[in-house]
Structure formats: C-alpha cells, structure tokens
C-alpha cells in the first residue's frame, strides 16, 4: 500500500460546477499538507498549503486535512476552463515530501 | 526572479549514450531536489541536497545515475549509460526552508531509443 493514495482519474466536470480533489494517506506523522496544480507540458507549482488539521481558503480554493480519517480534499468552486490540470497532493512529516498520483481535472466549457 | 532553469528542455538521444541534465536553482534557496516523473509511477524524488551536500539519494534508481551540485547556483544530473527505461520527463526544484515549497522548472523530457 501507498503512503498517499490520489485517484489519477481523469475527472471531468461542467465548468462552474464545483469540484472535490481528495487524498488519503496512511502515515500519522505527517504534518504538512500541499497541494500543487501542475499545466500539460509544465512543472508542478503550490496552490495550497495547510499545516495540521482545518481548513484554509483562497478565493475560488479550498483546502481541508482531517487528520483523524487521514483524508485531505480540494475544493474548487465556479471551476473554470483554465482550471484544467493535474492536481498532485503531497505531505511531510519529518523528511521529504510523499506525493500523491495526481488526478487530472478536466473542466468542459 | 527568474525562478528554476533546466537546460535542455528536450533530449533525444540513443540507448547507450551518456545523457547531462542541468539545473539553476532560484538564488536564495538552500535545497534542490531532482525528480522523475513517468505516467505509471508518477513523481518519484530521485535525490536531493542542502547547503550543496546530497542528503539523501535513496531515489536514485541504479549507479547508472549521478548527480552533483558543485555550488550552489549549479547541479547536474548524469545517467550514463542511458537505456530506453529512462526515458521520462526530469524535474529539479529549488526550496528555501527544508522542502514543503518547492519551486519547479519546466523539467528536461528525455527520449532514449
């Protein structure tokens, strides 16, 4: 089994629906939550960063980590063509990162 | 700031041949990281160095591959000999404060035939 599990998808949706990107993960020493949206053809960059439990907002993003279920979700809200990518989760405890799979998001005007 | 360059973006070369890929890190940031990235096993941390020294190259797949980061403007990643398996899509990434912002280049696609 994986440390973080992502499914790869891909996930299609109208745009303006909104949209729920998850991981779980199976290590309870990880403390640090990211998120990162990676472009076709491009490298990944942060979108979100969350430290410990809750939830943490930036305009159309949310992210939440619920440590207790080892479950962490994105939600996009009034999702957007432009919104298309790869979305890969990561998290840290201690050392490097552990990345997820990505899950490609597919947003259908 | 010009962020993270990679050089060359695309590589093309025959099984066999010795293959250099080329990193600049942002200015400023202590921790570089190489990473390979393949449709069926994802992003996958090859190694990774602080202050210039490697830390931890647990990722790195075989002897084949070697990397260096000779100042702290400057790392190479070498595979040599390369084999077809290699081919993927190489990342270097640049960080600050110990890794959980990490600022990646437009990454090196490696095509071995």
């Known amino acids: 089994q994986k440390e973080v599990e992502q499914d790869p998808g891909p996930l299609s949706v109208p745009e303006g629906a909104i949209v729920s990107l998850n991981c779980t993960y199976s290590n309870s020493a990880f403390q640090y939550f990211m998120w990162y949206r990676q472009y076709s053809r491009k490298g990944p960059e942060l979108l979100m960063y969350t430290y410990s439990s809750g939830n943490k907002e930036d305009g159309r993003f949310t992210a939440q980590v619920d440590k207790s279920s080892k479950y962490i979700s994105l939600f996009i809200r009034d999702s957007q063509p432009s919104d298309s990518a790869t979305y890969l989760c990561?998290?840290?405890?201690?050392?490097?990162?552990?990345w997820g799979a990505g899950t490609k998001l597919i947003i259908k005007p | 700031d010009a962020g993270v360059i990679q050089s060359p973006r695309h590589e093309v070369t025959e099984m066999g041949q010795e293959v250099t890929l080329r990193c600049k890190p942002i200015s400023g940031h202590d921790y570089l990281f190489w990473y390979r990235q393949t449709m069926m096993r994802g992003l996958e941390l090859l190694i990774y160095f602080n202050n210039n020294v490697p830390i931890d190259d647990s990722g790195m797949p075989e002897d084949r591959f070697s990397a260096k980061m000779p100042n702290a403007s400057f790392s190479t990643l070498k595979i040599q000999p390369s084999e077809p398996r290699d081919s993927a899509v190489y990342f270097c990434?640049?960080?600050?404060?110990?890794?959980?912002?990490?600022?990646f280049g437009a990454g090196t696609r490696l095509s071995v035939l």
């Open positions: 990434a640049s960080s600050r404060e110990g890794g959980n912002i990490q600022y």
């Open positions: 990561a998290m840290r405890g201690n050392y490097q990162l552990i």
